[in-house]
C-alpha cells in the first residue's frame, strides 16, 4: 500500500515512525495489549533508494528529467508484528508489517509505504483457505522483506511539479 500524506510537521523524524505506526495500530483495531509490537525502526540509508535523491544534505539537487528540483527525502524504516482481523472478523491473524515513510518536508508530503505479511491465519479467519500452514513463517517473511526492498530499489518520482507547495 502508498499512501501520500500531508507532511506532518508537528513531527520530528525520530518519532515519525512510531507517530505513524501508532495510526495504523488504531485503523487496524489492534491496539489491545499483546496484539502490536515494533522490532525495529531505522534510517534507511540513500543507498537503498538509488532512484530517490539523498536525505538532507543536497535539498537542490536537480533530477534528471529537468522538470522540477528534487528535494531531499529523508528515509525511514519500521518493522513490527500485528494481531489483525479482516472485515471485523473475531478470528484475528498474526502479520509482519514493513513500513517505509518518504519524508519531504519541502514538498509538504510524507509517503508511506506498507506491505503487510501473514505469518500465521486463524482457521477461522476468512483468509484462511488462502494461506498455507506448509509454508513456514520464515520463508513468508522473507519474501516480503524482499519485496520491500525491490520497491524502495526501484520507485522513482519523474516529476516533482506534481507536488504542489
Known sequence: MVEILEFQSDVNDAKAMQFFWSDLVDA?????????????????PDS?????????????????????AAPSVNKLGLVGRQRVAKFHEAARNTVRIYMTALR???KST?????????????????????????TPAE?????????????LGTLAVNDWGLFCV
Open 104 to 106: 519531504i518536508p519541502a
Open 48 to 68: 537503498a533508494m538509488p532512484q530517490l535523491p539523498p536525505s538532507s544534505e543536497t535539498p537542490d539537487m536537480d533530477i534528471v528529467s529537468g522538470s522540477a
Open 28 to 44: 487496524n483495531e489492534a491496539s489491545a495489549d499483546g496484539c502490536s509490537s515494533v522490532d525495529a525502526v531505522e534510517t534507511i
Open 139 to 151: 520463508a513468508l517473511d522473507a519474501t516480503g522483506l524482499a519485496t520491500m526492498q525491490r520497491i
Open 110 to 134: 510524507d509517503i508511506l509505504i506498507h506491505i503487510n505479511v501473514p505469518l500465521e491465519v486463524d482457521s477461522a479467519s476468512s483468509s484462511s483457505s488462502l494461506f498455507s500452514a506448509d
